[in-house]
């Protein structure tokens, strides 16, 4: 198992900028591939971005096509999201994920078996 930890969340007004950054420690995270999602209040936990073990393939949620970029440091044992002109309606908490395999299946919540706690991201307008 590997253990994952976000940081970098926070506030910022509509238009901002964040970058979340997800540790991992247990395992090197180059074995794996990972995955950004996110969860509002009182909504489903949906899919962001996920990248692959060596970061040579990406995937977006089409509402942050654009906008955001997921990257991997595997030196760092670190992976990152860069969020750009972020919207009120982008606050929620994201939280990073593992998984082996980075397959067709990389939106699904289900897919991936190692979460962080997650970091509360909060957009004014």
């Known amino acids: 198992q590997v253990q994952l930890v976000e940081s970098g969340g926070g506030l910022v007004q509509a238009g901002g900028s964040l970058r979340l950054s997800c540790a991992g420690s247990?395992?090197?995270?180059?074995?794996?591939?990972m995955g950004w999602f996110r969860q509002a209040p009182e909504k489903e936990r949906e899919f962001v971005a996920a990248?692959?073990?060596?970061?040579?393939?990406?995937n977006y949620a089409d509402f942050v096509k654009g906008r955001f970029s997921i990257s991997k440091d595997n030196a760092k044992n670190t992976v990152y999201l860069q969020m750009d002109n972020l919207k009120p309606e982008d606050t929620a908490v994201y939280y990073c994920?593992?998984?082996?395999?980075?397959?067709?299946?990389?939106?699904?919540?289900?897919?991936?078996?190692?979460w962080g706690q997650g970091t509360q991201v909060t957009v004014s307008s």
């Open positions: 994920a593992a998984r082996r395999y980075y397959t067709d299946d990389y939106s699904a919540v289900g897919a991936y078996n190692n």
């Open positions: 247990g395992r090197t995270l180059s074995a794996y591939a």
């Open positions: 990248i692959s073990w060596n970061g040579g393939s990406t």
